[in-house]
T-cell receptor
Framework: GAGVSQSPRYKVAKRGQDVALRCDPI?????LFWYQQALGQGPEFLTY????????KSGLPSDRFFAERPEGSVSTLKIQRTQQEDSAVYLC?????????????FGPGTRLLVL | SQQGEEDPQALSIQEGENATMNCSYK?????LQWYRQNSGRGLVHLIL?????REKHSGRLRVTLDTSKKSSSLLITASRAADTASYFC????????????????FGQGTILTVHP
């Protein structure tokens, strides 16, 4: 019943390593968003799921980034062959599609550092 | 890419004073939202104002929206040390020919410091 949770909270990866970031949205929320937040910047949209369907992946910076939400609840953002420029905080948010209840609830984020 | 520009980039005030932050954006919007982010934490939703609204209040927060100027302001009255955080505006843009699903475009934020 709590809010959006993300794991791990911190991840240190060596350049070239693959990483997987997990998001547990609020139960029943149809919409799920991933954002990337670089240091000192506002979040930038990566991708959007409506239930299990990935309707928008226009913000994914390269084909090394892949996201899935196979059962319409938990989502995983995978980054292959990580690069130093991938270092950022990755935020997940979920919301209802109901009008008047569009507020996006954000998780605490996963801080990724690529060395 | 970032949609909005916020000013000031940083604001430092004393407890009890009012804080005003401004946000400008570029495209037509469905709504504009303000979020707060404490250091190292996730974003907390503060208030949403729709494109057909001009002003909205929530507790010590007052938000205005001027769609003709594509700008918004957030006023925090009687600030407290606990208000120290980064504040972001985010727009849900109108997408040509499609239904908006809530994708947000954020500004770069204003860092507010409230001194006790």
């Amino acid at each position: 019943g709590a809010g959006v949770s993300q794991s791990p909270r911190y991840k240190v990866a060596k350049r070239g390593q693959d990483v997987a970031l997990r998001c547990d949205p609020i139960s029943g929320h149809v919409s799920l968003f991933w954002y990337q937040q670089a240091l000192g910047q506002g979040p930038e949209f990566l991708t959007y799921f409506q239930n299990e369907a990935q309707l928008d992946k226009s913000g994914l910076p390269s084909d090394r980034f892949f996201a899935e939400r196979p059962e319409g609840s938990v989502s995983t953002l995978k980054i292959q062959r990580t690069q130093q420029e991938d270092s950022a905080v990755y935020l997940c948010a979920s919301s209802s599609l109901l009008r008047g209840k569009e507020t996006q609830y954000f998780g605490p984020g996963t801080r990724l550092l690529v060395l | 890419s970032q949609q909005g520009e916020e000013d000031p980039q940083a604001l430092s005030i004393q407890e009890g004073e009012n804080a005003t932050m401004n946000c400008s954006y570029k495209t037509s919007i469905n709504n504009l939202q303000w979020y707060r982010q404490n250091s190292g934490r996730g974003l907390v939703h503060l208030i949403l104002i729709r494109s057909n609204e001009r002003e909205k209040h929530s507790g010590r927060l007052r938000v205005t929206l001027d769609t003709s100027k594509k700008s918004s302001s957030l006023l925090i009255t009687a600030s407290r040390a606990a208000d120290t955080a980064s504040y972001f505006c985010a727009t849900e843009n109108v997408w040509a020919g499609g239904t908006s699903y809530g994708k947000l475009t954020f500004g770069q934020g204003t860092i507010l410091t409230v001194h006790p």
